[in-house]
């Protein structure tokens, strides 16, 4: 079946370390997101990218990098600089830009600051 | 001005009711709008969405109503069920020159269905 794969589903970071979370697609969508879910705060932009080898910044992107050096993966890079990444974080896909074109999520990874 | 601001942040609803929850927007280059539901420890799914030159659309038991004029929409559950208890985001979607494209949610409505 096609869909999106984050892991781990559960990720525990000591203060000061960098995490990464792992988000692959197999629906060959061009389009790749990263969201941060907060209680409360709905789910905010961190970074997307339109294209192999090309992303851009969201909302929140300060404290968190990413690649995109394949089409079916967009790895996150949580950084120390980021100061409260306690969150649930999800990775979506799009098949293409446009309205119209509806996100497909997957399952997020919680993680936890120890 | 790219804030979507959805209402209420909870409801509770009665078996069998109608769950409505609403949205207000301010960018009128908003091109799109979904609704998403989310079950705990899982992302969120597409449950229905509209463009903006329809004032309604339906699927089954649940309605988007949208008032293009007021930059308000909602979406409305009939005959709510259990099952539909979870969290609802409506969203709306920017294309930017080029091709890109970004959804700005709303800050989310858990809905509980009491049995």
């Known amino acids: 079946d096609g869909g999106i794969t984050q892991s781990p589903k559960y990720l525990f970071r000591k203060e000061g370390q960098n995490v990464t979370l792992s988000c692959e697609q197999n629906?060959?969508?061009?389009?790749m997101y990263w969201y941060r879910q907060d209680p409360g705060q709905g789910l905010r932009l961190i970074y997307y990218?339109?294209?192999?080898?090309?992303?851009q910044k969201g909302d929140i992107a300060e404290g968190y990098s990413v690649s995109r050096e394949k089409k079916e993966s967009f790895p996150l890079t949580v950084t120390s600089a980021q100061k409260n990444p306690t969150a649930f974080y999800l990775c979506?896909?799009?098949?293409?830009?446009?309205?119209?074109?509806?996100?497909?999520f997957g399952s997020g990874t919680r993680l936890t600051v120890v | 001005q790219q804030q979507v601001k959805q209402s209420p942040q909870s409801l509770i609803v009665q078996k069998g009711g109608i769950s409505i929850i609403n949205c207000a927007y301010e960018?009128?280059?908003?091109?799109?709008f979904p609704w998403y539901q989310q079950f705990p420890g899982k992302g969120p799914a597409l449950l229905i969405a509209?463009?903006?030159?329809?004032s309604e659309k339906k699927e089954g038991r649940f309605t988007i109503s949208f008032n293009k004029s007021a930059k308000q929409f909602s979406l409305h559950i009939m005959d709510s069920q259990p099952g539909d208890s979870a969290t609802y985001f409506c969203?709306?979607?920017?294309?930017?020159?080029?091709?890109?494209?970004?959804?700005?949610f709303g800050q989310g409505t858990r809905l509980t269905i009491n049995p």
């Open positions: 969203a709306a979607s920017i294309t930017f020159r080029g091709g890109a494209q970004k959804l700005v």
């Open positions: 960018n009128t280059a908003f091109d799109y």
């Open positions: 629906l060959n969508h061009d389009a």
């Open positions: 979506a896909s799009s098949s293409k830009p446009g309205p119209g074109n509806g996100y497909t």
């Open positions: 990218s339109q294209i192999v080898n090309d992303f």
């Open positions: 509209i463009r903006p030159d329809v």
